[in-house]
């Protein structure tokens, strides 16, 4: 953009313009992200993007351009300001994120054995959990197919009664009769010594 284009939006940003303010976003932002990515560390570098910093700093700026009255005398003297708000904005982010960086160990440098367990089920707890859904649904009659599945998303008695129309002794009832079938089946269960011994 040539100086004479530059220094009419900056006449026009001065009183307030905010079409100028947003020409001048589109203008600077490129050299702005540069500025600002040369002033990350390479460690932030994956966690910060430098667009995201631009315009939370250009938030910043238009505010202070509605409420201070920032008068710039030049494109030189606004593009420096510019420059000096990203500088402030990247040395705010790295302090909010130098304690967390500081604390962070690489994957590959820690011991397995170390490692908290995985919170998610393994491959024979999912298909044990899938294998015992299948047999209370047998055991269930159909109609109350229902309150076992809202039992199963986490649903309260009263929030099942409330879904269901059912009342909420009703519901204790039936998981009461489930869970009796389900301990009867278990009782009438071969055990497996027995198995090795007849």
Not at 34 to 61: E, F, H, N, T
Request: proline share 7%; charged share 30%.
């Amino acid at each position: 953009m040539s100086e004479d284009l530059l220094q009419d939006l900056l006449d026009k940003l001065s009183s307030g313009d905010t079409e100028a303010a947003a020409q001048v976003f589109v203008t600077y932002a490129p050299y702005l992200r540069k500025v600002i990515r040369r002033q990350l560390p390479s460690g932030l570098r994956s966690k910060l993007d430098s667009s995201d910093v631009m315009q939370s700093a250009w938030g910043d700026i238009l505010e202070g351009l509605k409420s201070q009255n920032w008068q710039f005398n030049s494109p030189a003297q606004l593009q420096a300001f510019l420059v000096r708000v990203m500088r402030n904005r990247c040395v705010d982010r790295c302090r909010q994120f130098r304690r967390p960086l500081e604390s962070e160990q690489s994957l590959e440098d820690c011991d397995p054995a170390g490692l908290p367990p995985s919170a998610r089920p393994s491959p024979g707890e999912v298909m044990a959990a899938d294998e015992l859904w299948e047999r209370m649904l047998r055991l269930c009659p159909p109609e109350h197919h229902e309150v076992l599945r809202l039992k199963r998303e986490g649903a309260s008695n009263l929030e099942i009664a409330a879904r269901t129309g059912l009342h909420d002794g009703s519901i204790r009832r039936i998981l009461r009769h489930l869970a009796s079938r389900m301990a009867g089946e278990q009782a009438d269960a071969p055990h497996p010594e027995d198995e090795h011994t007849s």
